[in-house]
DNA sequence: AAGCGAAATGGTAGCGCTACCAAAATACCC
DNA sequence: GGGTATTTTGGTAGCGCTACCATTTCGCTT
């Protein structure tokens, strides 16, 4: 019909106001209701509400008068649009079967909701393809910034990351190559410290314990701290127990076993978490072994259940809840334009000495 | 300038194509480029990636290429405010720091990733209130759906949720007055079901303890069914030790030792929880009180833990991942359409009977 | 070969909001 | 009091995508 013109080469018809509902709009409460009703302009029921000292407290009142009346609830996602920004964190972590991470992400959370961001959960497997693709994917939503896990990504995602142009923090581990900002703990330091408390306390024949560590590098980290500070004492470090499982009582209860059969001289077992540890202490129970008399137990964590054993677990704790309120914290100094003192925060840790040791 | 007419009654300029990178725009790829590379409508594109079928499989081909070439990722929050729909399911519990929900929100989670959703998070610290407001702005995300916990609301929020017209399940518990969708467990009958196993064991003092009940109100309706059962056995059960703190191994350890000083005579311990059981059970231990000997002890939950702490712990296992995957199923069938055969599923428990009852 | 229905493709017009800039109102100064 | 600096308000034009419908193409029948 119309066709012959070429385009939109036409007066638009009343392009007045009323005929609101029209196509496909639901019957939702928008910008506009809300205006017309406070009788201003859409831009400035937007402006009353993302920046109310911009507005004249007249028209402000007014204005949130009428919201309340219409029970007006804004559009984010239209507002996201627009700004090109949602408030929105996606946190991408390797598992979330791992207490860790969660009580990571309860510190992030707990943080960003308070200021009126929400949390965008994505879990990877340990997998960095599927890291990146689910970089790319959330990155679609156009999150005010991300949180990621561990330095190591795929090298297209970081690269985007970086052109990105938001903030972005990686967490849990510490060191000099990261994106944008960094929260986390030196993993080396750590596995270095428990090596040092159970050289000091006289042992000699020590091994270090873990699962998964093909994929959870951090853990090999640890190891690597471990490592030296034994080849320092002058002691002898081949002795390194693994399974390719994740980290569960159950798991460190076997490699507790396999370490004690196949070398019964072992005076100590440092093991990569206290998901291990604790298993292990809880099969030395069970077979009566006594722990630390007849061998010591470390982990690494600082998990609740270590205190409540017998024999309590020593352990290395680290602030794990604190880490993700330091990395929101972090994250919403960048997001509302304050320059942070540091891109990289050490969030520490603690030798927890108690009975097993 | 142009002030003078009275609106947009004029005609567009050159509404050709070219300029595009103008005004704010990022300089993101959008479908448009992909459209201009592969030679076809943007539209065209737009259903390539979301309805493949409908697109034939030369042109499919070619914007394929076009995507892949250009590195295109999809704007979710420009196609969220077109469609009205984001890729996106909230899922509001009341508190991260819980065992429980994290493994329902793990079970969601992993499935709902699979189907290309994401995980919005919310926790509302077991207040209604904080829930009804968290409601309303995770609405304004315009989710696919919504995942609850419980079925107590605010009013006004259960409301606006009806009126809403998307999926919603409200998961952990079971009754009859849901919103939309129902996937749980019987509170009641769990909470019967341990006290019948204590009865039938041959206990006749038997105490229900647990933490924050007046907020988890869900520990209240297994504590009902327990009183039911302790009611027709004829047993007395006035005992029901209760302290105003989250549960926790430590709470579990104080309760443990109030119980027994206050009654001495008590033969069994029915806990709220795993945790609070584990922590009885480590109480136990630590102070060389046998169990079940001298006294027993059940839980709810079925945490890992139980099983590997000697006495390995009597409880009520639920299946808490999968009762998060069946959720997310139940989500899924719903946002793709499919009817599915019941809107309510019992997600069922079953009684682990271990060593220590 | 004409006719017809189905499948594939495209044009148009927003979704509801905010960036950008212009205009109006107000405050301030000598 | 007139003019300028400042604050407050408003108009316009998209953000990038998809719903809706029109159009074109294709396959198939008779």
Same mark, same amino acid.
């Given at each position: 019909?119309?066709?012959?013109?070429?385009?939109?080469?036409?007066?638009?018809?009343?392009?007045?106001?009323?005929?609101?509902?029209?196509?496909?709009?639901?019957?939702?409460?928008?910008?506009?209701?809300?205006?017309?009703?406070?009788?201003?302009?859409?831009?400035?029921?937007?402006?009353?509400?993302?920046?109310?000292?911009?507005?004249?407290?007249?028209?402000?009142?007014?204005?949130?008068?009428?919201?309340?009346?219409?029970?007006?609830?804004?559009?984010?996602?239209?507002?996201?649009?627009?700004?090109?920004?949602?408030?929105?964190?996606?946190?991408?972590? =390797? #598992?979330?079967? !791992? +207490? $860790?991470?969660?009580?990571?992400?309860? /510190?992030?959370?707990?943080? *960003?909701?308070?200021? %009126?961001?929400?949390?965008?959960?994505?879990?990877?497997?340990?997998?960095?393809?599927?890291?990146?693709?689910?970089?790319?994917?959330?990155?679609?939503?156009? =999150? #005010?910034?991300? !949180? +990621? $896990?561990?330095?190591?990504?795929?090298? /297209?995602?970081?690269?985007? *990351?970086?052109?990105? %142009?938001?903030?972005?923090?990686?967490?849990?581990?510490?060191?000099?190559?990261?994106?944008?900002?960094?929260?986390?703990?030196?993993?080396?330091?750590?596995?270095?410290?428990?090596?040092?408390?159970?050289?000091?306390?006289?042992?000699?024949?020590?091994?270090?314990?873990?699962?998964?560590?093909?994929?959870?590098?951090?853990?090999?980290?640890?190891?690597?701290?471990?490592?030296?500070?034994?080849?320092?004492?002058?002691?002898?470090?081949?002795?390194?127990?693994?399974?390719?499982?994740?980290?569960?009582?159950?798991?460190?209860?076997?490699?507790?076993?396999?370490?004690?059969?196949?070398?019964?001289?072992?005076?100590?077992?440092?093991?990569?978490?206290?998901?291990?540890?604790?298993?292990?202490?809880?099969?030395?129970?069970?077979?009566?072994?006594?722990?630390?008399?007849?061998?010591?137990?470390?982990?690494?964590?600082?998990?609740?259940?270590?205190?409540?054993?017998?024999?309590?677990?020593?352990?290395?704790?680290?602030?794990?809840?604190?880490?993700?309120?330091?990395?929101?914290?972090?994250?919403?100094?960048?997001?509302?334009?304050?320059?942070?003192?540091?891109?990289?925060?050490?969030?520490?840790?603690?030798?927890?000495?108690?009975?097993?040791?």
């Amino acid at each position: 019909m119309a066709k012959t013109t070429p385009g939109r080469a036409m007066v638009k018809q009343n392009s007045g106001a009323r005929e609101r509902r029209r196509h496909r709009g639901s019957d939702r409460v928008t910008i506009q209701d809300v205006a017309l009703l406070a009788g201003v302009a859409p831009i400035t029921v937007s402006r009353a509400l993302n920046t109310p000292e911009r507005v004249s407290s007249k028209l402000r009142e007014r204005i949130e008068q009428a919201v309340s009346t219409l029970g007006y609830v804004p559009n984010l996602v239209a507002g996201g649009l627009a700004s090109a920004k949602m408030r929105m964190i996606p946190v991408v972590v =390797p #598992s979330l079967s !791992i +207490l $860790t991470f969660i009580e990571v992400i309860h /510190g992030i959370q707990q943080t *960003l909701e308070e200021a %009126g961001y929400q949390v965008l959960l994505g879990s990877t497997d340990f997998d960095l393809d599927r890291e990146a693709s689910l970089i790319d994917s959330v990155l679609g939503y156009s =999150p #005010s910034g991300v !949180i +990621l $896990t561990g330095l190591r990504h795929h090298e /297209g995602a970081v690269r985007r *990351l970086k052109a990105w %142009g938001h903030p972005i923090i990686e967490i849990m581990e510490l060191g000099d190559e990261f994106i944008d900002m960094n929260v986390g703990v030196d993993n080396h330091a750590v596995g270095a410290c428990m090596a040092q408390h159970l050289v000091s306390q006289g042992f000699r024949r020590i091994a270090y314990l873990g699962t998964g560590m093909s994929r959870d590098y951090r853990a090999m980290q640890r190891f690597e701290g471990h490592r030296q500070v034994l080849e320092q004492a002058g002691l002898e470090c081949e002795v390194l127990f693994r399974r390719e499982e994740p980290s569960s009582y159950q798991a460190g209860r076997r490699l507790f076993l396999e370490a004690l059969e196949s070398r019964p001289d072992l005076e100590a077992l440092h093991f990569a978490n206290d998901n291990l540890a604790a298993g292990a202490v809880m099969e030395a129970n069970r077979r009566g072994i006594r722990v630390p008399e007849e061998i010591a137990i470390g982990g690494y964590l600082g998990l609740s259940l270590g205190e409540h054993l017998t024999p309590s677990l020593t352990t290395v704790t680290v602030p794990r809840f604190e880490m993700g309120v330091e990395a929101a914290k972090l994250m919403l100094a960048r997001l509302e334009g304050r320059t942070p003192p540091s891109a990289k925060v050490d969030i520490g840790y603690e030798l927890t000495v108690r009975e097993s040791t």
